[in-house]
């Protein structure tokens, strides 16, 4: 079986949920699964290699972050067997599946590894909201409760990451595209 008919690979069951939307949510899940094992290794990876004045805030922070994911992982590989599908959790799915880029393995300094960390934030962040629509045009309000859960600590999380990039005059947002300068010259 090619990987995305496992993708949307459905059992019979008894929810009431129509299999042509089920389908469609179990394929969106697992890619969701995918970008969460990611994130959960990525921020793993800045929790151990993470250097500088920084680092034990930064180790503790990174490790609280990780905690997190892990609970995410499970709740959204749980739902897609709750709606009949197959949850595609190895490491090796993940990997195949997901919609970030591998993190940066030339990075040492805090503020490096927090900029990355913003660079993968943001876009998962952006997966999750839209995650929220299409569950719910797709009719499936529990889903999308579960995505809003987890889009709200995201967005969270992306503030306390980008919290230390903004209070630097050369990072973050709030510089002008003419002052805007990388985090760390490589
Ligand atoms: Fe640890």
């Known amino acids: 079986m090619t990987e995305s008919n496992l993708s949307s690979r459905l059992y019979p069951t008894r929810i009431d949920i129509p299999s042509e939307a089920r389908s469609k949510i179990v394929v969106l899940l697992n890619q969701t699964l995918a970008a969460t094992l990611d994130l959960k290794t990525q921020v793993k990876q800045a929790h151990w290699n993470v250097k500088g004045t920084d680092f034990y805030q ?8 990780a905690g997190e994911l892990e609970e995410f992982i499970d709740l959204v590989a749980e739902r ?3 709606l009949g599908g197959y949850a595609m959790g190895t490491a090796r799915m993940a990997v195949a599946n997901s919609i970030l880029p591998e ?10 590894h927090v900029t990355a960390l913003a660079d993968r934030f943001a876009p998962y962040a ?3 909201r839209e995650a929220i629509d299409k569950t719910n045009e ?19 999380r992306l503030w306390f990451l980008e919290a230390h990039l903004q209070g630097s005059a050369t990072n973050g947002a709030v510089a002008t595209a ?3 300068q990388p985090a760390v010259a490589r």
């Open 126 to 128: 952006k997966h999750l």
């Open 178 to 180: 003419k002052t805007q």
């Open 103 to 112: 993190y940066p393995v030339d990075i040492l300094a805090g503020i490096e």
């Open 138 to 156: 797709l009719g499936d309000a529990d889903t999308a409760d579960l995505y809003t859960e987890v889009s709200r600590t995201i967005d969270k």
């Open 58 to 65: 930064l180790h503790e922070l990174f490790d609280e972050i």
């Open 80 to 82: 897609v067997t709750a």
